[in-house]
């Protein structure tokens, strides 16, 4: 007999395998729904997961794996600001000056203060928020311009009365929001100097359930320091107050090591009233990681459930069709055929079945994450990994459903077979 794998050999063996599985069009079809139902949960699961992944990880990366963002925490009155008789006032300029001269590997401090102004000529559709940076807020979190130009130090040195508007606000502002053109905030006009290009960073952040950034486009940003021309701009704290710092080190390594010393340092300034929260988008990211893995594995054994209960009804279509097909098992073992062959040959209709049912199914998962990436507003991503792992499980499970059945029929007896046809 020619070898196992020669290529008439498999040839010959597909032939009755496909054979006999066309015979009973309905009864195979229904056999393998299972693997099909599993083999699209999976890649669903594993396309929606790793879609999520990376919109989350790509909002963590803008915030920038070598920055350390420090936002003020909003207290509650009556004593909250107080602890043991002594006071704070939250996030201050002289947390500036404290963290530059913090360390070496400190390049910048950028800080931000949130504005509560009125905005002439907006739609109520939109209610943009308004705030007070430095100049190096954009260059630390990589903020680029689509028109004009972006703000510049002596800006904020010099008290300019101009701003930075969010694509979104200069669409909702119409004519009144192109550069060089000027907009009434609060009781001063502004000149438009530039229009921010958009992000998505708060997009992902709210989908991972936690808002990694402020959303740029629907944003409106003054120099420091104008905002003490208007009258109530800020949130009824000190003019200096701030609501954001962001500390940017001169690698990732840094921005770890140095969390321990920009807490110290922070904890002295503010007398040891944690009045404020230090974020470290490299752990985020390490975390954010960590928790998609463990949301895969646990989605995808889900799936694989579907996938064993549909092998485990492959196995049991094949156990019932040999007490069918006894007389062609004797004829076949008459005319020469060995127990390999038969083994071979009910090994071969459990792969056909299971390996179709994988296709089938890896089409029918990439359709279900469109329909719900479209209605539910996720994006799915298809690596090779969310292809060839519901694939290769299915062939698995194939092996694993074929087996027994095949044994079974290849240690047949042919002329008992003959006999009891």
Not at 234 to 259: F, P, R, T
Not at 380 to 395: D, G, K, M, N
Request: charged residues 20%; contains cysteine.
């Amino acid at each position: 007999m020619n070898s196992f794998f020669h290529k008439s050999y498999l040839q010959g063996l597909y032939k009755i395998a496909s054979g006999s599985l066309l015979r009973h069009r309905m009864r195979s079809f229904l056999s393998v729904l299972g693997i099909i139902c599993g083999v699209a949960a999976v890649f669903a699961t594993l396309s929606i997961g790793e879609g999520a992944k990376r919109e989350v990880l790509d909002g963590i990366r803008q915030l920038g794996l070598e920055n350390i963002i420090i936002r003020r925490i909003q207290m509650n009155g009556n004593g909250s600001l107080l602890k043991e008789g002594h006071f704070t006032e939250g996030l201050q300029i002289k947390d500036v000056q404290l963290l530059r001269g913090a360390s070496d590997a400190i390049l910048d401090v950028a800080y931000l203060k949130e504005l509560q102004v009125e905005i002439s000529g907006q739609g109520p559709e939109l209610t943009p928020q308004v705030v007070a940076c430095s100049a190096s807020y954009f260059e630390v979190l990589g903020i680029d311009v689509s028109r004009g130009r972006l703000m510049l130090a002596r800006d904020e040195q010099q008290k300019k009365l101009i701003c930075l508007l969010g694509e979104s606000v200069s669409r909702a502002l119409g004519t009144k929001g192109s550069v060089g053109r000027q907009i009434r905030i609060g009781e001063q006009l502004f000149l438009v100097a530039g229009i921010v290009r958009n992000n998505q960073v708060a997009k992902a952040g709210k989908k991972s359930g936690v808002v990694l950034a402020r959303e740029i486009g629907q944003m409106i940003f003054l120099p420091f320091g104008t905002h003490l021309y208007m009258e109530s701009a800020g949130n009824g704290d000190s003019e200096l107050a701030l609501d954001e710092l962001i500390v940017k080190m001169n690698s990732q390594d840094a921005a770890e090591k140095l969390v321990p010393l920009i807490r110290r340092s922070l904890e002295i300034s503010h007398q040891s009233l944690h009045d404020y929260q230090v974020i470290v988008p490299k752990q985020l990211m390490v975390q954010a990681k960590k928790t998609q893995r463990i949301f895969n594995l646990v989605l995808t054994t889900i799936g694989g459930i579907s996938l064993v209960v549909g092998g485990i009804g492959i196995m049991n279509v094949l156990l019932a069709t040999i007490s069918e097909r006894t007389r062609e098992i004797g004829i076949r073992r008459a005319v020469g055929a060995t127990r390999k062959d038969i083994v071979a040959q009910f090994l071969a209709e459990a792969l056909l079945l299971t390996t179709s049912g994988g296709f089938i199914g890896v089409l029918a998962g990439f359709g279900c994450s469109l329909f719900i990436a479209r209605f539910a507003e996720w994006s799915v991503a298809v690596s090779s990994i969310t292809i060839l792992l519901p694939l290769f499980t299915s062939v698995l499970v194939g092996i694993c459903a074929g087996v027994y059945p095949a044994i079974k029929a290849g240690k047949m007896d042919p002329v008992q077979a003959l006999r009891s046809a």
